[in-house]
């Protein structure tokens, strides 16, 4: 039976290296790994922070790694404070290879590459844990995008080079009836408030 209400996601905490933004706590990979993202209307992909991004950061990092990995929304994994996405430790995990980021190149001065594969994405919503398997995620390094993003965009991930489409997650929840449609709405103006999705 198809699902008629919106699927509501619980907000995260505020973060940010820029300002504080309201994000959506989620988790990816088995065992599961938490991270707080912020939505992404441009693509329909899931970008982590990998363990090097915290060591190509070292203004950030100071002298304890566990606080860049905090400053850009890593949670725990396996009972304690994570540096970055750990895609050798889920094994969920399927490799597709290193590719470019679907962003804008005007706006950036280096390429943006991410090490895409893919992997459980696991949503909390108002009735519990929506899990959705075998979703593109990609895992990041840049500094141009501090904390993880989780997209909404209906737009597939496109990996011609091994003839892979990984559909976006609204298409995926739409195609579960997990959700009426694949659209969304935003609500991130308060921090007790929740996101609408």
């Known amino acids: 039976m198809a699902n008629t209400y919106p699927l509501v996601l619980e907000a995260g905490l505020w973060a940010g290296n820029d300002g504080n933004w ?3 706590p989620i988790q990816v990979g088995e065992p599961p790994q938490h991270f707080n993202v912020l939505p992404a209307t441009s693509n329909g992909e899931t970008w982590l922070p990998l363990l090097e991004a915290c060591s190509s950061s070292p203004s950030v990092a100071l002298t304890d790694p566990n606080i860049c990995g905090q ?3 890593v949670g ?21 290879g290193t590719y470019n980021l679907p962003v804008q190149a005007s706006l950036f001065n ?5 090490l895409y594969g893919t992997d459980d994405v696991g949503l909390h919503n108002s009735t519990g844990l929506l899990n959705l398997t075998g979703q593109s995620v990609a895992g990041i ?8 993003s989780f997209g ?7 990996f011609s080079t091994e003839k892979t489409i990984v559909p976006s997650l609204l298409e ?20 007790y408030g929740k996101h609408f999705l």
Not at 141 to 148: E, Q, R
């Open 22 to 24: 309201s994000t959506w």
């Open 71 to 73: 400053s850009r929304g």
């Open 76 to 96: 725990d994994f396996e009972g304690s404070q994570s540096v970055g996405y750990q895609h050798n430790a889920s094994s969920s995990w399927e490799n597709i």
């Open 110 to 114: 280096d390429d943006q590459a991410g």
């Open 141 to 148: 390094v840049t500094k141009d995008f501090w904390l993880g």
């Open 152 to 158: 909404i965009a209906k737009r597939a991930a496109n």
């Open 172 to 191: 995926e929840m739409k195609a579960q009836n997990l959700t009426p449609s694949a659209s969304f709405g935003l609500d991130v103006g308060a921090s």
